[in-house]
C-alpha cells in the first residue's frame, strides 16, 4: 500500500505538468487555431534559459524572470510564421501541424548540437530542493509541492481568465466560431496574439515547475513530451480544455503507478495501449472534440 | 681490362636501377595520411562521440608535432553516423572503395550494420571502443581493445563486492541499450560469486523523471545499487536515491560506460562517496597521459576524460606504427595489400606503448589488460583498487 | 558502379517508396504514419524468415505486402474516415508501441537490432523495377474516378458526400493500399541494408518522410521522387561535419516551404501546365 501510495503521488506531481501543457497547446489549438507541436520544445529552451541564469548570477528572482520572458518571446516569434501560414488560401491546420514538427526538429538541432555541447543540463540542489515529509519509501519533495500547488493555481487563474474575464469572453468566441467572431467585431488579430502571450507565460511556469519536479533537461525532452501532449489533447477530444485536465492528470499516474509494477520500458507502452484503446474506440475523444 | 670496367659499371647500374626502383616502391605516395573514422556525433551518445573524437584528432596533432607518418602529416576526417545503422552504411559506402583503414564505427548497431561492407571490399575497421562479442564475428577484419564481456568484468563487481562485505542483495538498473544488458549480465556473475544477490529493474529509455523507478528500487529493500544505464540517466537516479534518504554512497556502484561528463554534470554533489569502474588510471604518472588529460580538460570546462577517451588516441597511434613498420606507402595501386598489412599489424601487436598501459594483442584480442576501481570524491576519482 | 552511387540510388528508392506510401492516404487528408509501424513489422518479419527459415525474397516479400495491407485493412475500421490528428496519433503510438516491443524481444535482437540478412545481388533493378509497378498502380488511381473523388473530399468532405462520394470507403482504400505499399518497403530496406535497428523506425524516420513529402508537394506522385533524391543525395555528398545538421536543414526547409509554397515545389497544378505548354508548341 505504501509503494502504491508513493508511486501515485510521483505520478501526480508528473500528471501536473501534463495538465499545464496540454492546457497551453489547446489554448494555441483553440484561440489560434494552431496544432503547436513545438511547444514543448519551447519549455525546454526556456529550461535552458533558467539554467544559464542560475549558472550564471545564482539569482533565483532573475531565473524566474528570464525564463518567462524567454518563453514568452518564443511564442510570439513563431505568431508570424504560423499567421503566415493560415493566412494562405486552402491551408488549413494540418500545415501547422507540419510546420511545428519542422520547428520541432530545428529546436532540437539547435539544442544537441550547440547548447552546453549536447549535453544535458542539470539544476542545483537548492533549486530542486529535498525533502519535505518523508514515511518509509514515500517521499513527498519540495518540488513535487510545488508541481500540485503551482498546477492548481495555473489552472484556476487560467480558467478563470477563461470564463470571468473579457480576453476569456474573447477567446471563447473566437474558439466558438472565428468567422462569426469576425462579424461581430472581435479584434481576431489582437486575441490571437493575446494567445501566444498567454501561452508563453504558461509555458515560463511550467519549465519552472519542470526544472524544479525532474531536475535536467536533454535535448530530446521535448520529443517525447510533445507525443504525450498531443495523445492526450487527442484523447481527451482535441481542444477539450476540461478534458485534458483529467486525461493529463490520468496519464502522470498510468505512467507512474506501471513504472511500479512492470518491467521499464513496457511500462510507457502501457499508458500508450490505454490511449490507443480510447482513441480507436472513440476517435473524437473522451469528453468531444471542440476543434474538427 | 676494359672489358671488366663495363661489366662492373654495368652491373652497378643494374643493382642501382634495381635498388632505386624498390626504394621508389617504398615512397609515400600520399600528401597527407587521411585516417577515417566512423564516429557517432550527433544523436542520444554525442557526448561520448565527441571527446572519441577529440582524442583521435589530439593524437593525430601530436603525431604531426613529431614530424608526421613517414614524413607526412596525418589527419582525421570526421563521418558522424548519428548511432544510426543506415547512415553508417552510407558513411562506409563513400569511402569502402579508396581508404587504407578505417577507425570506427561507434556504436554497435552502426557496427553490426557497416562493418559487413567492409568486410565484403577488404577494409579493416579498427573497432577500437566496443566489447568483443560486437566484433568477433567480422574477425579478422575487426579487433577488440577488450576481452569477452563475461571475463573481463566479473572480477570488477568481486573486488567491488569484497570492498563491501555488508552487501547481500543488490538492485542493478538496466537500460536495454546496445551492449548493456550483456555488460549487467557480467556484473551479476561477479556478485554472485561473491554471494551477493541481484535484483534487474529496467531503465525505460526514453525515462525523464525517477522518482517512481527508484521508488520502485528502494521497495526491493536492496543493500547497494549497480548502474548500468546512460550516464545521464545515471546522475538522475543517484540523486533521486540521495533525495530519498540513501546514505551508504560505497554501495553504489556506475559502469564504464557511465563515466562521461553527463554524469557528473547531472549528478552533481549527490555522486560524493560512489564507486565507479574505468579502464584508464586517471592518477597514472605516465607524461603523455598527464599532457592529454591537462588539454583534455581545457577543452571540456575542467572535466576528466571519460571512460573511452584514449581508446581512438590509441588506435592513432597503433595506425601510425603498423604504417611505419610495414613501409607503406597509401599507393592506391597497392591498396588491397596495404590494408591487409595495418589489419595483420594491429592484430598482433607486441607491447604497444598505450598512452597509459603497455599491452599486446593476439589474434585482435588484448592479452593483458587492467580495470581500475574508484571511489568518486569531489568530482574527482581515487583508485581503490584494479582487477586483470 | 561506385558504392556511393549504389547505396545513394538503393536508399533514394526505398525512401520514394516510403513516401508513397504516406502520400496515397494523405490525399484524403490523413497522416497515415501506421505505415511507418508496418514498415517495422514487415522488415522485421522478412529479417527472421530470411535468416532462420531460409525463405528467399520473392515470397518475403509478396507476405510482406498481404500482411502490411491486412493491418492498414483492419485498423482502417475504425479510422478510415477519422480526423487527421486521430490517425496521426494512431500511427505514432503504433509505431512506439512496435518498437517497444522489438527493443523486449530477443529473438528479434532487442536493441541491438537484427543482423546479416542477405543482401540482394542486384538490387538497383528489382528496387526500379517495383518502383516502376507501384508508381504506374498509383498513377492509375490518381487518375480514376476514385483518385478525383479523393480530391473533393480533401477540399471539402461535406460537398464530397453531397456528392454520393463515401469518405471512409476511400479513406479504408487508401490506408489498406499505403499498408501494402508499406510493406512492401519494409521487406526492400531489410534486403537492401542487411540488418535492422528498432531505433530506425521512429520519429527521426516520421520527420524524413514528411520533409519529403511536403517539400516534394503532396499533390502529384510525383513530388517526392526528385525530393528523396535531393534531400537523401546531397548529405550524402556534403562532408560529414555540415551533414550531421540534416534535421535541422530538414526542419527549416519544412517550415519555408509551408510557409511559402505550402502544397510544395511540385504541384499538379504546375504539372499540368508544363503539359499544356507541351502540346501547345
Redesign the interface.
Known sequence: MEFFIAQVLNGLSLGSIYVLLVTGFNLMLLVAKI?QFAYPQFVVISMYATWAVLRATNNVILAILVTIVVSIFLNLLSEP?FR??TS?K??D???T???S??????????MS?SLNQGFPISFSDNWVGGSVFRYGIINISRSSIFAWVGGIIVVVAFFYLLYRTMVGRLFRAIAENRHVAKLFGIPIFKTSIMSYLIAGLLGGFIALLLSMLIGTASPWLG?SVA?KV??VS?VAG?GNLKGGLFVGLALGVVESVAIGYV?G??S??IA??I??IV???K??GLFG?AV? | MRKYVAKFILIMLLIFAFGSMTFAQDEVAVDTWEIHFLNS??GPIASIGEYMSWSANYAAAKINEEGGIRGKPVEI????T?????KG???M??I??DVLVVMGPVP??VI??AV??AVR?GLFCMTSSTSYE?TVEYFPWTLSWYPPTEEKLPPVTELWAEENPEMEKVVQFVE????W?GMAGAHTIGLNNKNVKVIDVEVP?DAVEFSSLVVKALAEDPDGFVLTCNPDKAGKIIKELVNRGWEEKDNILVFSSADDTALYTTGGDALNGISIYNYIDPDSENERWLNFKQEYKEDHDGKNPGSLATNYYDSVYMIKEAIEEGKLTGDPAKLAEERIKIRDYCRNVENFKGIQITWSMNEGLPTSKPIFLFEIIDGEKQLIGKSR | M???L??FLG?SMTYILMAWSIYLPYRV?H?HFLAVATMAVTSYMGGILSVNFGWSFLPTLLLSIVIGALISYL?SH??GN?????V???G???V??IK??I??TDYLG????L??IPVLDHPLIILFAFLLVIGYFLYRIDHSRIGRAASVIFTDENLAKSMGIKPKQIGMLFQTISGGIAGSAGVFYAFF?????P??FT??LI?TL??IL?IGGYTTMWGVIPAALILRGVP?ILP??I???R??I??????AI??TK??GLITKKMLWELLKKRSGS
Open positions: 496544432i510564421i503566415r501560414i494562405i486552402g491551408t491546420i494540418n500545415a501541424f507540419v510546420a514538427i519542422g520547428l520541432s526538429m530545428v529546436l532540437v538541432e539547435i548540437h520529443e507525443l498531443l495523445a487527442i482535441l518491467a520500458s513496457w510507457n507502452v500508450f495501449v490511449m490507443l482513441i480507436l474506440a476517435p473524437k472534440a474538427e | 556525433v550527433t576526417v570526421i563521418h558522424d548519428g548511432v544510426q545503422p543506415d552504411i552510407e558513411e559506402s563513400k569502402v572503395d554497435e548497431a553490426m550494420a559487413p561492407l571490399n560486437y536495454k541499450w546496445a551492449a544488458p529509455k | 561506385s558504392s556511393t549504389m547505396y536508399f487528408k497522416l485498423i475504425t479510422i477519422a480526423p487527421t490528428f486521430t496521426v496519433i494512431v505514432i503510438t503504433f512506439f508501441i517497444t516491443a527493443e523486449n532487442g536493441t541491438i537490432g543482423f546479416g541494408v542487411g540488418s535492422l535497428f531505433d530506425f520519429f527521426h520527420g514528411m520533409t511536403f550524402m560529414s561535419s551533414a550531421s545538421w534535421l535541422l530538414y526542419g527549416v526547409l519544412l517550415v509551408i510557409a505550402p502544397k
